[in-house]
Structure formats: C-alpha cells, structure tokens
C-alpha cells in the first residue's frame, strides 16, 4: 500500500497548484480527482500533465471516481460508459494504475441494457 492524498481535498484549487503545494510538502503520491485531470486536460495534453507529475516528484497512483455505470439506464448509462470508455487510455497513458469506481447501486437493478453496455 502507498499512501497518497487525494486532490479532491483541494477542490477549488487548480491542478496546477495543487500539485505544487503537495510536492512543496513532500507528498509523493497521490489520489488524482478526474474532474481535476479533464480541467488540466482541457487545455494541456496528457505529455503535459505527466510531465508536471515527473517535474514535482509526484505519482498518481489512483484516480477518482467513476459513478454512473452501476445505477444509471438507457441513454444516461450509455453517456456514462462512453465517458468511462474515454478516461481509460488517459489514465493508462498517465501511468494510473488503479481507478475508483464509485459503489452507486441504491437497491435493485432493472433488466434494462442499453445497447453497447453489455
């Protein structure tokens, strides 16, 4: 186990800053929230960003969360498995070994499937 601090605690924060604060205190590691990534990425490439990860001494060793494949149907499930489907060669290309998926089951799923979610 790694220990590493979650950059959602800091999420008014940009991820810029964010990762030099926590290198400035010596954090190595760290829990990556998406929303924090696609911001950074929508204006930076993913060479861009890992390169401000090497620059500062940090791993991202997780990255959180992803919600919305358990419990969402019809097209809401089909936009959440698109956009799962895009975030894993950014993590892959990142380095990020480990993705949080978020447990959103409530009660009992229905049958329903949308096409491509099989």
């Given at each position: 186990?790694?220990?590493?601090?979650a950059t959602v605690c800091s999420?008014?924060?940009?991820?810029?800053?964010?990762?030099?604060?926590?290198?400035?205190?010596?954090?190595?590691?760290?829990?990556?929230?998406?929303?924090?990534?696609?911001?950074?990425?929508?204006?930076?490439?993913?060479?861009?960003?890992?390169?401000?990860?090497?620059?500062?001494?940090?791993?991202?060793?997780?990255?959180?969360?992803?919600?919305?494949?358990l419990t969402s149907q019809g097209?809401?499930?089909?936009?959440?498995?698109?956009?799962?489907?895009?975030?894993?060669?950014?993590?892959?290309?990142?380095?990020?070994?480990?993705?949080?998926?978020?447990?959103?089951?409530?009660?009992?799923?229905?049958?329903?499937?949308?096409?491509?979610?099989?």
């Amino acid at each position: 186990m790694r220990p590493a601090l979650a950059t959602v605690c800091s999420l008014d924060a940009s991820l810029e800053t964010i990762l030099e604060d926590y290198a400035a205190g010596h954090c190595e590691a760290i829990d990556l929230w998406l929303g924090h990534a696609e911001g950074f990425l929508a204006q930076h490439g993913v060479a861009a960003l890992k390169e401000r990860f090497e620059r500062h001494g940090i791993a991202p060793v997780a990255a959180s969360f992803q919600g919305g494949l358990l419990t969402s149907q019809g097209e809401a499930r089909l936009e959440h498995w698109k956009h799962f489907e895009a975030r894993l060669p950014v993590l892959r290309d990142l380095g990020v070994p480990v993705l949080v998926i978020a447990g959103d089951a409530f009660g009992p799923l229905s049958a329903q499937v949308s096409a491509g979610c099989r």
